[in-house]
Nanobody, 133 residues
């Protein structure tokens, strides 16, 4: 069946870097808007970065602008989240999700409007990122 599988999480010191991967099976990521979300302890899950279909648009939450980069490799059917200069507040479980039924109008809506998450049909299992000294 269609699925998303995240990988690349881990423990890193403040200022360090990680690159997360979100690999898709049984469908082509390029046709859909894809987002990275994170769930920090005691907080609601929030959008971090979202990428439009065909790579036409990107969105980053203010707290990660200039530090995170979202990208897509169509040959590998994988979306990446490169995270640099990591901070303790970046700690959380990171999930990728796909808007398979085109229910969310824009990548900004996908990432910035928490209610949009209920319209995202497909989620990965998550990967833990811990930033700590």
């Amino acid at each position: 069946q269609v699925q998303l599988v995240e990988s690349g999480g881990g423990l890193v010191r403040p200022g360090g870097s990680l690159t997360l991967s979100c690999a898709a099976s049984k469908f082509s990521l390029d046709y859909y808007d894809i987002g990275w979300f994170r769930k920090a302890p005691g907080k609601e899950r929030e959008g971090v970065s979202c990428l439009g279909s065909r790579g036409r648009s990107t969105y980053y939450v203010d707290s990660v602008k200039g530090r995170f980069t979202i990208s897509r490799d169509n040959a590998k059917n994988t979306v990446y989240l490169e995270m640099n200069n990591l901070k303790p507040e970046d700690t959380g479980v990171y999930y990728c999700a796909a808007d398979l039924k085109f229910r969310v109008a824009t990548v900004e809506d996908m990432c910035a409007w928490n209610e949009s998450q209920r319209y995202l049909e497909l989620w990965g299992q998550g990967t833990q990122v811990t930033v700590s000294s």
